[in-house]
């Protein structure tokens, strides 16, 4: 009996052995010298991506990998500088790994994860980061971004620099602090909540998700936002006014100028409001079939 | 020989001198909607013939209107960007049943665009393992936007029949095929293993 409970213990310190061993982490750094302009391509499967943008000519990366993780590829040649988390093929193996890149803050950076959360800082090139189900949080510093996922949410955060703005995702919600410039963001069923300081052109779509836009305008800029079933409620102001046009097929539509809106066709269903603020320089056109919509030129 | 000019009657000197509309003598709209409500009854073989003229007049009003869905849809996904290559990828070899991505009379429109028809077909032949690929939580959202879409559809497709001229709708529809297709082509990329979407 003793030497069963002894054999018994054995085994046990045995296999906890063997699961602490499995997921220990393991750490990984590199540092690259690379062009201060250059392209950084990140691919990380699971886990999280963290850069930031410095003012060095140089890559550093550190990544802390789970087990099952077969290793991380740096190279860099010809300004162009590539950072892959290799993980094995098979379906359901492989660790998650938490990488933290820095990079000159003047470089083009294009991220990639599947199941892997997203996060830049202080990165003034083109941003182009893909995800999955990551979710993805990007910083705005005046040059073009382009966030996109399947289920993962979407978040940026800029400081009112002009910029080309596309942010696209299936399900997943968007938001938007601070942008500016020209903005494009579409999402099946997921809400978009959107804050642009001074916007030229705003293209917003969803199916059933809801809208909320609160932004200001430049002089002769567009807005266009269409939803099937789902709630638009717009609050842009414009220095030179706008042009509005807002179409339901069965929606209700309501705004804050004491404007009313009228059937669409004499005999069909259909309501619309159409409109002048201000001196109509600008454009607003929101359409919907059932979603309610409220248009109001005040933030 | 010309006929002496009519003083009395008004010159019309320029376009915006004619009236913006010309309405209809009176209400037309409950004698078109009691004859869509009998559609059944003329499918059923009880149609009179002025009626049966009438029909086909409205199904090849809706059938040009498909032909205008159809290519704006061929339109957007050939030259926005985003748009698929090559969509051919392997048959499910588990042969399972995919997402309920019904084929509407709308569908059937797009057929005659041979192009789209095969993207589409290729993405939806595949969809089932390219969800299967996918993280679960994720597999189950991207399996609720589809049910979304398709209700958005079946939504806009039942509006159309009650107003099948409606430009409103027929453009929302435009924008929930081009959805569909997106969120095909997504996550027909989305589970290429390091390619990314």
Same mark, same amino acid.
Request: charged share 20%.
């Given at each position: 009996?003793?030497?069963?409970?002894? #054999?018994?213990?054995?085994?046990?310190?045995?296999?906890?052995?063997?699961?602490?061993?499995?997921?220990?982490?393991?750490?990984?750094?590199?540092?690259?010298?690379?062009?201060?302009?250059?392209?950084?391509?990140?691919?990380?499967? =699971?886990?999280?991506?963290?850069? =930031?943008?410095?003012?060095?000519?140089?890559?550093?990366? *550190?990544?802390?990998?789970?087990?099952?993780?077969?290793?991380?590829?740096?190279?860099?040649?010809?300004?162009?500088?590539?950072?892959?988390?290799?993980?094995?093929?098979?379906?359901?193996?492989?660790?998650?790994?938490?990488?933290?890149?820095?990079?000159?803050?003047?470089?083009?950076?294009?991220?990639?994860?599947?199941?892997?959360?997203? %996060?830049?800082?202080?990165?003034?090139?083109?941003?182009?980061?893909?995800?999955?189900?990551?979710?993805?949080?990007?910083?705005?510093?005046?040059?073009?971004?382009?966030?996109?996922?399947?289920?993962?949410? #979407?978040?940026?955060?800029?400081?009112?620099?002009?910029?080309?703005?596309?942010?696209? %995702?299936? =399900?997943?919600?968007?938001?938007?602090?601070?942008?500016?410039?020209?903005?494009?963001?579409?999402?099946?069923?997921?809400?978009?909540?959107?804050?642009?300081?001074?916007?030229?052109?705003?293209?917003? *779509?969803?199916? !059933?998700?809801?809208?909320?836009?609160?932004?200001?305008?430049? *002089?002769?800029? %567009?807005?266009?936002? =269409?939803?099937?079933?789902?709630? #638009?409620?717009?609050?842009?102001?414009?220095?030179?006014?706008?042009?509005?046009?807002?179409?339901?097929?069965?929606?209700?539509? !309501?705004?804050?100028?004491?404007?009313?809106?009228?059937?669409?066709?004499?005999?069909?269903?259909?309501?619309?409001?159409?409109?002048?603020?201000?001196?109509?320089?600008? *454009?607003?056109?929101?359409?919907?079939? !059932?979603?309610?919509?409220?248009?109001?030129?005040?933030? | 020989?010309?006929?002496?000019?009519?003083?009395?009657?008004?010159?019309?000197?320029?376009?915006? $001198?004619?009236?913006?509309?010309?309405?209809?003598?009176?209400?037309? &709209?409950?004698?078109?909607?009691?004859?869509?409500?009998?559609?059944?009854?003329?499918? @059923?073989?009880?149609?009179?013939?002025?009626?049966?003229?009438?029909?086909?007049?409205? &199904?090849?009003?809706?059938? @040009?209107?498909?032909?205008?869905?159809?290519?704006?849809? &061929?339109?957007?996904?050939?030259?926005?960007?985003?748009?698929?290559?090559?969509?051919?990828?392997?048959?499910?070899?588990?042969?399972?049943?995919?997402?309920?991505?019904?084929?509407?009379?709308?569908?059937?429109?797009?057929?005659?665009?041979?192009?789209? @028809?095969?993207?589409?077909?290729?993405?939806?032949?595949?969809?089932?393992?390219?969800?299967?690929?996918?993280?679960?939580?994720?597999?189950?959202?991207?399996?609720?936007?589809?049910?979304?879409?398709?209700?958005?559809?079946?939504?806009?497709?039942?509006?159309?029949?009650?107003?099948?001229?409606?430009?409103?709708?027929?453009?929302?529809?435009?924008?929930?095929?081009?959805?569909?297709?997106?969120?095909?082509?997504?996550?027909? $990329? @989305?589970?290429?293993?390091?390619?990314?979407?």
């Amino acid at each position: 009996m003793r030497i069963a409970m002894r #054999l018994s213990g054995a085994l046990l310190l045995l296999l906890a052995g063997a699961a602490a061993s499995a997921s220990a982490e393991q750490t990984f750094d590199r540092e690259v010298a690379v062009q201060p302009r250059g392209a950084v391509d990140i691919s990380n499967v =699971s886990g999280r991506i963290e850069v =930031s943008g410095w003012e060095r000519a140089e890559v550093s990366v *550190h990544a802390e990998l789970e087990a099952g993780v077969e290793r991380v590829d740096v190279s860099s040649e010809g300004g162009h500088t590539s950072i892959k988390v290799l993980v094995p093929h098979a379906p359901g193996h492989g660790g998650e790994v938490r990488l933290q890149v820095k990079i000159p803050q003047e470089s083009e950076l294009n991220v990639s994860g599947v199941s892997a959360d997203i %996060t830049t800082t202080g990165v003034l090139g083109v941003q182009r980061l893909n995800a999955v189900s990551g979710n993805v949080t990007a910083e705005l510093a005046g040059a073009d971004v382009e966030l996109k996922t399947v289920s993962g949410n #979407l978040h940026l955060k800029g400081r009112g620099q002009a910029a080309r703005l596309r942010l696209s %995702t299936v =399900s997943g919600d968007v938001r938007v602090e601070h942008g500016a410039g020209d903005f494009e963001a579409s999402t099946v069923n997921g809400t978009l909540i959107v804050s642009l300081d001074s916007a030229r052109s705003v293209r917003v *779509h969803t199916t !059933s998700g809801d809208v909320r836009f609160e932004g200001r305008l430049t *002089h002769g800029a %567009t807005v266009e936002a =269409s939803t099937v079933s789902g709630e #638009l409620n717009v609050h842009a102001s414009a220095d030179g006014g706008y042009a509005y046009e807002v179409s339901s097929f069965s929606g209700a539509i !309501s705004d804050c100028f004491n404007a009313s809106p009228e059937r669409a066709s004499q005999y069909g269903p259909g309501s619309r409001l159409e409109g002048t603020r201000g001196q109509g320089a600008g *454009h607003v056109r929101l359409k919907t079939m !059932s979603g309610a919509v409220q248009l109001c030129d005040r933030l | 020989m010309t006929s002496p000019p009519d003083n009395d009657a008004r010159k019309v000197t320029s376009l915006r $001198e004619l009236p913006q509309s010309l309405e209809p003598p009176h209400d037309l &709209w409950p004698r078109i909607e009691a004859q869509l409500t009998d559609i059944p009854d003329a499918a @059923a073989g009880r149609a009179t013939p002025a009626r049966a003229g009438a029909m086909r007049a409205r &199904w090849l009003a809706v059938a @040009a209107m498909l032909a205008c869905v159809a290519t704006g849809v &061929w339109i957007g996904r050939s030259f926005l960007p985003g748009a698929p290559g090559s969509t051919a990828g392997p048959v499910s070899a588990n042969n399972q049943v995919v997402p309920d991505l019904r084929t509407t009379a709308f569908d059937a429109a797009y057929v005659s665009d041979p192009r789209y @028809a095969q993207q589409r077909a290729a993405l939806v032949r595949t969809l089932q393992a390219k969800l299967a690929a996918l993280p679960p939580p994720a597999r189950a959202k991207v399996e609720a936007s589809l049910a979304t879409i398709e209700k958005a559809k079946a939504d806009l497709e039942q509006a159309l029949g009650r107003d099948p001229s409606n430009a409103l709708l027929q453009e929302l529809l435009v924008n929930t095929y081009q959805d569909e297709m997106r969120v095909l082509s997504d996550v027909h $990329e @989305a589970s290429d293993p390091g390619r990314g979407i």
